[in-house]
């Protein structure tokens, strides 16, 4: 198995390099590692270099769609595995994915359990709002999305499939088209562990954040055929608050009870700025008739 490990960047140089380090120190070496400064205005190429990355740019910003794009085109392996700038990966990370492309031809892709690498309010919210479908430890399965700040796919299963140049859900469409295009599965491997070193986060940006989720909610359901596509057709369903009740259910199994009923206040403050954003990405699509590519864009958090 070849492994080209591609990593979308802008301002990232203060967490880059742990990132490369984590995917050049794999117990099955990647065949490269390539970081694709997206119009940078930190010094993030030179620390990818000395970090023994082979370093891209796009020019002018392309969001982390884009930038993953660069790398797929640029990419030699025939396994593009997707890592985010803030995120450290086990040594055993590559060797998991092989095995589970191994153990079975249907599988598409492979992502892995996410930890919180940032300890506190912020970074424990961060995890539970915006990832709790992938800290469940018990049991690998299919799963209908894997989140790009960590997972493996096949070459051949992308094809011509790209990225919408964009932070707002790229991954949900991506995985969206490799699926319609070449069918089969993504897998959840738990004992995959990734670290999740977010470092922007505060109360504005934990904020801004949720309504950048809701936006995305609104666009990957009108686009696509996502858990939740009724919230489209009946958006008071919102204040029902269905994803705060799921992430609760999911917090119970996955042994984080107490810290959910700490964090409840907080997860609701979230949910209505989730709401907030969800309403207006449907105001706006409504009001132009399609997603502008203004609406594409992301608060850089």
């Given at each position: ?274 709401i907030q954003g969800f309403l207006g ?21």
């Open positions: 198995m070849r492994v080209s490990v591609i990593i979308p960047c802008r301002n990232g140089e203060r967490v880059i390099t742990d990132s490369i380090r984590s995917a050049l120190e794999q117990s099955e070496p990647p065949l490269e590692v390539i970081v694709v400064d997206d119009a940078s205005t930190d010094s993030t190429a030179q620390a990818a270099r000395r970090a023994g990355a082979r370093v891209l740019s796009t020019g002018d910003r392309r969001n982390a769609g884009g930038a993953r794009n660069v790398g797929v085109e640029a990419a030699a392996g025939d396994v593009y595995a997707f890592l985010d700038a803030d995120v450290v990966a086990p040594s055993d990370w590559l060797a998991r994915v092989r095995s589970a492309f191994e153990a079975d031809p249907d599988i598409v892709a492979v992502g892995g359990r996410v930890r919180n690498g940032r300890p506190g309010l912020f970074g424990d919210l961060d995890l539970f709002l915006n990832h709790s479908e992938w800290i469940d430890e018990r049991r690998a399965a299919t799963r209908g999305l894997i989140p790009t700040l960590a997972v493996a796919y096949r070459r051949s299963a992308v094809g011509p499939a790209r990225f919408v140049e964009t932070n707002l859900g790229e991954d949900a469409s991506f995985s969206a088209a490799v699926l319609e295009r070449a069918g089969g599965k993504l897998w959840y491997d738990p004992g995959i562990l990734m670290t999740h070193r977010h470092e922007r986060l505060d109360r504005a940006t934990f904020w801004r954040r949720q309504i950048d989720c809701g936006r995305t909610i609104y666009r990957t359901r009108v686009l696509h055929d996502r858990p939740g596509r009724v919230l489209v057709r009946f958006p008071p369903l919102l204040f029902l608050f269905p994803h705060l009740w799921i992430v609760l259910a999911r917090l119970l199994r996955s042994r984080y009870a107490l810290r959910a009923v700490a964090l409840f206040p907080w997860l609701v403050a979230g949910e209505i700025a989730r990405a449907r105001r706006q699509y409504k009001r132009s008739g399609g997603f502008e590519t203004s609406q594409l864009e992301e608060v850089e958090a």
